[in-house]
T-cell receptor, first 117, second 115 residues
Framework: DARVTQTPRHKVTEMGQEVTMRCQPILGHNTVFWYRQTMMQGLELLAYFRNRAPLDDSGMPKDRFSAEMPDATLATLKIQPSEPRDSAVYFCASGKTGTSGSSYEQYFGPGTRLTVT | DAKTTQPPSMDCAEGRAANLPCNHS???????VYWYRQIHSQGPQYIIHGLKNNETNEMASLIITEDRKSSTLILPHATLRDTAVYYC????????????????FGQGTILTVHP
């Protein structure tokens, strides 16, 4: 049963430290999404990639967040420096999109719970 | 993408059908209705999607009204494991440019299935 995997599952860090979250999309999926979930804001899209190219990162605070796909099997989300307001659950999702943009379901990973003190 | 309106919470008895409504009165002709759910402490899970015909899969049925302004997700025999937040999302299928596969989640409906 193919699944999206995320590491670490939990991360506690101090303000100012760098945090890197990793995601392994389902093999064969060409679109990868990063979401953030908080009680106040709900699920928010931060950034996403298609065929490893960034399509939209308008949901990310640009000064401290960065997202990359070094290869088709790995997506990373980095926060530097981290702040207490970054505390949230970060989800990665993957899916297939066709050349016309057609897409159906997204498959979500279990999330990384980040706490910044 | 069209905006959706869902009740904040609903209850259902175990074994009974759970009918979750969604209003999307501004839906466009090329927008699909998607349903996802999120069980506590897990990532969202795709349930079903449809355009205008009713759809059924192993998880649920989706009933879309003829004018497409509302829909209902039906869990035919709810179990305690169906307790979750259910999200109704409308979006175009073939969204090119920077909108490939993009989903915008609202607040959803908290469904509680009780014994």
């Amino acid at each position: 049963d193919a699944r999206v995997t995320q590491t670490p599952r939990h991360k506690v860090t101090e303000m100012g430290q760098e945090v890197t979250m990793r995601c392994q999309p389902i093999l064969g999926h060409n679109t990868v999404f990063w979401y953030r979930q908080t009680m106040m804001q709900g699920l928010e899209l931060l950034a996403y990639f298609r065929n490893r190219a960034p399509l939209d990162d308008s949901g990310m605070p640009k000064d401290r967040f960065s997202a990359e796909m070094p290869d088709a099997t790995l997506a990373t989300l980095k926060i530097q420096p981290s702040e207490p307001r970054d505390s949230a659950v970060y989800f990665c999702a993957s899916g297939k999109t066709g050349t016309s943009g057609s897409s159906y379901e997204q498959y979500f990973g279990p999330g990384t719970r980040l706490t910044v003190t | 993408d069209a905006k959706t309106t869902q009740p904040p919470s609903m209850d259902c008895a175990e074994g009974r059908a759970a009918n979750l409504p969604c209003n999307h009165s501004t839906i466009s002709g090329n927008e699909y209705v998607y349903w996802y759910r999120q069980i506590h402490s897990q990532g969202p899970q795709y349930i079903i999607h449809g355009l205008k015909n009713n759809e059924t899969n192993e998880m649920a049925s989706l009933i879309i009204t003829e004018d497409r302004k509302s829909s209902t997700l039906i869990l035919p025999h709810a179990t305690l494991r169906d307790t979750a937040v259910y999200y109704c999302i409308v979006r175009v299928l073939n969204a090119g440019g920077t909108s490939y596969g993009k989903l915008t989640f609202g607040q959803g409906t908290i469904l509680t299935v009780h014994p």
